[in-house]
């Protein structure tokens, strides 16, 4: 079956750049996605990797595609306090209608002054 | 507002009593999600339909979980005869699936959740 793993804290130097590791074992996955939580509030969207490609980068953020090795991350350069979130790994597979997305347990992202 | 609209925000319920969410997500969007997130823990997948047909349901959602989209808009979850097990953050999304501009638009976009108690 599908499962998403993440490690669950991270704490970084404000400024310093931050890399939350997944790991993934749905070989069919086609998209694989970066949503931040911040307390209180929805899922946001971050950022998401079509799984033929290797790296994506936005601004601050690169994601990092090993698909041999199921394993998946996210870059934050420059990390900021207003980073400071759970961050959620989450894959769907299928090319023509995607199904489901299932989500990873999140990791906690806090930054040190 | 045109995001993903639930109703109501928090809900309170006595053990044993039914309960109904109700989803509304954004216009056009043909695909709809529902997830249930605790503490600490990511969403957890429960159903979700393509326009009005249900495609998939988790096999650990119990039968008193039931999920309706009867026009293809917006959809209800009820829970019948809630359990202290069942407090939880529910969550709705929604997406357009389907090919444009060579991707397959698979983003889903959240809403702010039904939070339920059981007491």
């Known amino acids: 079956g599908e499962d998403v793993e993440q490690s669950l804290f991270l704490s970084v130097r404000e400024g310093d750049s931050s890399v939350i590791n997944c790991t993934y074992t749905?070989?069919?996955?086609?998209?694989l996605y970066w949503y931040k939580q911040e307390p209180g509030a929805g899922l946001q969207l971050l950022t998401y990797?079509?799984?033929?490609?290797d790296m994506k980068q936005d601004q601050r953020l690169t994601v990092l595609l090993n698909k041999k090795d199921k394993h998946l991350s996210l870059r934050i350069a420059d990390t900021q306090t207003g980073d400071s979130a759970i961050y959620f790994c989450?894959?769907?597979?299928?090319?023509?209608?995607?199904?489901?997305?299932?989500f990873g347990s999140g990791t906690r992202l806090s930054i040190r002054p | 507002d045109t995001g993903v609209s639930q109703d109501p925000r928090h809900k309170i319920t006595k053990r044993g009593q039914n309960v109904t969410f109700r989803c509304d997500p954004i216009?056009?969007?043909?695909?709809l999600y529902w997830y249930r997130q605790t503490l600490g823990q990511g969403p957890e997948f429960l159903t979700y339909?393509?326009?009005?047909?249900?495609?998939?349901k988790s096999r650990l959602l119990s039968d008193r979980f039931s999920a309706e989209r009867p026009k293809g808009s917006f959809s209800t979850l009820e829970i019948q005869r809630t359990e202290q097990g069942d407090s939880a953050m529910y969550l709705c999304?929604?997406?357009?699936?389907?090919?444009?501009?060579?991707?397959?638009?698979?983003?889903?976009?959240f809403g702010q959740g039904t939070r339920l108690t059981v007491v």
């Open positions: 749905d070989s069919s996955s086609t998209y």
């Open positions: 216009s056009e969007h043909n695909r």
């Open positions: 989450a894959e769907t597979s299928g090319y023509s209608s995607a199904s489901k997305i299932i």
């Open positions: 990797i079509f799984s033929n490609m």
């Open positions: 339909f393509q326009n009005e047909a249900q495609l998939e």
């Open positions: 999304a929604s997406s357009l699936v389907g090919w444009s501009r060579g991707s397959m638009n698979t983003e889903a976009f």
